[in-house]
């Protein structure tokens, strides 16, 4: 995918065509916000680290988000079927768990260390036996085999964030 600008200055990458759901079929932008330095993207998809110059940014990937969704669909449709007292009662439960999902799998992220952003003095990487090991301060990180992220990338992800990490310790 190519970083394109706009006649307005605004830096977007042109995502393709995508059917929408209640507007058919449109065209699909992602709106760059950050310069990014390197990327490592799961293998099936279920997460993204994104390396900038000054932040690791941790991004659930679309498999993920499309997994959350199906869940809480299935729970909405199963809760639907039900009438009297029974229906009421699992109508509640589904409710309160459909709007929970997000926030359970926020919370199990933030125990693994990830949240949205991380400051580059917070994060450590290696690269050792074919797995890229990420650590952000005070949690014990995540662990990707060469089954989830290309080996040679994940090398490269770990030069470049160590080079970075060095460069803002020295600033700092």
Do not use: C
Request: proline share 1%.
């Amino acid at each position: 995918m190519v970083e394109r600008i706009s006649e307005e200055g605004i830096r977007y990458i042109h995502l393709g065509s995508h059917e929408l759901k209640g507007l058919g079929h449109q065209e699909v932008y992602e709106l760059v916000w950050r310069d990014e330095v390197a990327r490592i993207t799961t293998n099936e998809g279920r997460m993204n680290l994104v390396l900038t110059q000054d932040a690791l940014v941790v991004e659930l990937g679309k498999a993920v988000q499309e997994q959350v969704q199906l869940v809480r669909k299935l729970l909405s449709n199963r809760a639907g079927r039900r009438r009297g007292i029974r229906g009421f009662l699992a109508n509640k439960t589904m409710g309160l768990l459909e709007r929970r999902i997000p926030q359970m799998v926020d919370r199990a992220l933030f125990q693994a260390g990830f949240g949205l952003e991380h400051r580059l003095t917070d994060v450590t990487a290696s690269f050792h036996r074919n797995t890229l090991t990420v650590r952000i301060r005070g949690h014990r990180g995540i662990r990707l085999g060469s089954k989830d992220v290309d080996p040679r990338l994940a090398t490269e992800f770990v030069a470049k964030l160590t080079q970075l990490r060095n460069d803002a310790l020295a600033r700092s």
